[in-house]
């Protein structure tokens, strides 16, 4: 076995079931392994390199960061990329207020305190979360607890009390379990881990009078929907139901850790001092790093691309569902598309890698594209013609 793997193994807990190659670099949407195989990248590491690799303006935004001589300053100070990075975000979502945290789990976590710190100010114990069945949210306590899926779970207990899962896209079953102790509802405008799942227009909608009706939060997580990744800002400013909460990270930071907590209207004075900080919160590089990507996602002509893209992705994925019985349906929006296949698809994806083409799962039947967004038809017709070449030979 290769001698960094063998390491990593001595030297790691066990968390990830890692493929057993080593990536040292890239260009484009190709990565490499330090033994000089190519590979394309369907994947973006889990939709966070949405340049892909070599992005020089990314590239050149992090070298003056790292030339002044400080990467980090302290939220105790004001840092200017971290300002303008705000900024844009506000002005790109239309929502009022950012706080920058590190990770998506932790924007959650930032995202939990405020519903709850929201409810218990207009009631005592209006502090009771909805969130969605299947939905993933993280792994630290209160984004595991809101996550609805049993398996992340189960050997954690004792979870955070209050919290309830109802069964995604069905307003019905949403409506008959809020009670007077609601103070928040989560939606993944497309559930990413569960299985590539979009929201239904409908279903934010009387999502969002329900939560009017009954002054209670609305919490988009967009930790990986978001980001320019089916052609507009955010997924949900394709249905125009504004949340009053949501939460970023994963591609924010173009692939340097950074996560965000948007707030508006009610929600966004909610955190006041002493109430939610982070030491690395939106640093000097982070917050660079983020600056960047949101100063893209200002260009129409980089969301167009999107656009054009996932029609082009989708409609050879539809090609290869004709001639494939195994594939059962192809679903989701943008550049976050996922194959529903009629079995596990962790030997399709070993076939993958072995034949050049990185690409993720979405739980075991699954196969999920969230490539970079500057990926080109010749290189999606490439990613479907390996793909067709496994298919071929392992179903
Ligand atoms: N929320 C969603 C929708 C996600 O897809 C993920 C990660 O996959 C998270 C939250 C957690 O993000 P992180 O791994 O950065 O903590």
């Known amino acids: 076995m290769d001698k960094i793997i063998e390491q990593g193994k001595q030297a790691f807990m066990e968390t ?29 590491g889990i939709a966070v390199n949405i340049f892909g690799y070599g992005d020089e303006r990314l590239s050149a935004a992090l070298k003056a960061v790292i030339d002044s001589g400080m990467l980090h300053c302290s939220n105790l100070y004001w840092n200017p990329y971290a300002v303008q990075a705000a900024t844009r975000l506000s002005r790109l979502s239309g929502m ?16 939990l305190k405020l519903v709850r710190k929201y409810g218990s100010s207009k009631k005592e114990g209006k502090t009771d979360i909805i969130t969605m069945q299947q ?11 809101a996550t609805g899926q049993v398996k ?15 069964p995604f896209n069905d307003i019905g079953a949403l409506r008959a379990m809020v009670t007077e102790k609601t103070c ?20 934010l ?5 329900l939560c009017d009706e009954k002054d209670i939060l609305l919490v988009y997580d967009e930790v990986q929907c978001g980001m320019g990744r089916t052609g507009y800002p955010f997924a949900w400013q394709k249905s125009k139901v504004k949340p009053d909460v949501m939460t970023l990270a994963k591609a924010l930071g173009g692939g340097v850790p950074i996560g965000a907590v948007v707030a508006d209207g ?14 690395f919160g939106g640093n000097l590089l982070a917050g660079a790093a983020a600056d960047c990507v949101l100063e893209r996602l200002e260009d129409a002509t980089f969301l167009s691309h999107v656009q054009k893209s996932s029609e082009h992705l989708k409609q050879e994925l539809d090609k290869l569902q004709l001639r494939f019985d195994a594939i059962k349906e192809i679903r989701g929006r943008g550049l976050m598309l996922g194959v529903q296949m009629d079995r596990p698809v962790r030997p399709i994806l070993d076939a993958c890698m072995e034949a050049g083409l990185i690409l993720a799962n979405a739980g075991t039947d699954v196969l999920r594209f969230v490539p970079p967004l500057t990926i080109t038809q010749d290189e999606i017709d490439e990613a479907v013609h390996i793909l067709s070449g496994v298919l071929a030979t392992h179903l």
Request: charged share 20%; with cysteine.
């Open 16 to 44: 990830y079931a890692q493929f057993p190659i080593v990536l040292t670099g890239g260009k484009g949407r190709h990565v490499h392994d330090h033994a000089g195989k190519r590979y394309l990248d369907m994947v973006a």
């Open 205 to 209: 909608v009387e999502a969002r009078a």
């Open 135 to 145: 939905s993933f949210h993280g792994r630290t306590y209160g984004s595991m607890t």
């Open 96 to 111: 009022e207020k950012v706080f920058f945290c590190n990770s998506g789990t932790e924007a959650n976590e930032g995202a």
């Open 152 to 166: 992340y779970q189960k050997s954690f207990k004792p979870l955070v009390p209050g919290f309830s899962y109802a």
């Open 266 to 279: 009610k929600a966004a004075k909610v955190l006041q001092p002493g109430d939610h900080a982070a030491t």
């Open 184 to 203: 928040a509802i989560f939606i993944e405008p497309i559930q990413g881990e569960g299985g590539v799942i979009p929201a239904t227009d409908e279903f």
